[in-house]
C-alpha cells in the first residue's frame, strides 16, 4: 500500500513563509512526477507545482516567482517552498504523485494540509 504523508500547513500572515513536505511510502518502484495542488472552499481543485523525476518543473502563473517546488529521490519526497504568501493561496494543499509500484502505475494523493494566509 502507497502512502503520501503531508506536513507544514499552518496559518501564517501575509507576505510570509511555509514549507510543505510530502513523504511517499510503500513498495514504490520509481517515482515518476510529483506534484502539488490546492483546493479552496467552493472552488475546484488545481495545480500548484509539479517536477518531474528529471527535477523539469512547472507552476500555475499566479505563483511564479512566489513557489519553488523541488524534491528528493533518495527520500521519496517532494517539497514547496512558498513565499510572499497572500490571502488567495488560502487552500488545502495536496500532494500528489505519478508512480509505480510493483503491481502497476498509478495516481496517488495525500490527505492534504491547511493552509491559511491572513490579511
Known amino acids: 500500500q502507497v502512502q503520501l504523508v503531508e506536513s507544514g500547513g499552518g496559518l501564517v500572515q501575509a507576505g510570509g513563509s511555509l514549507r510543505l513536505s510530502c513523504a511517499a511510502s510503500g513498495r514504490i518502484r520509481v517515482i515518476n512526477a510529483m506534484a502539488w495542488y490546492r483546493q479552496a472552499p467552493g472552488k475546484q481543485r488545481e495545480l500548484v507545482a509539479a517536477i518531474t523525476s528529471g527535477g523539469n518543473t512547472d507552476y500555475r502563473d499566479s505563483v511564479k516567482g512566489r513557489f519553488t517546488i523541488s524534491r528528493d529521490n533518495a527520500k521519496n519526497a517532494v517539497y514547496l517552498q512558498m513565499n510572499s504568501l497572500k490571502p488567495e493561496d488560502t487552500a488545502v494543499y495536496y500532494c500528489?504523485?505519478?508512480?509505480?509500484?510493483?503491481?502497476?502505475?498509478?495516481?496517488?494523493w495525500g490527505q492534504g494540509t491547511q493552509v491559511t494566509v491572513s490579511s
Open positions: 500528489n504523485a505519478d508512480l509505480t509500484t510493483a503491481g502497476s502505475r498509478g495516481n496517488y
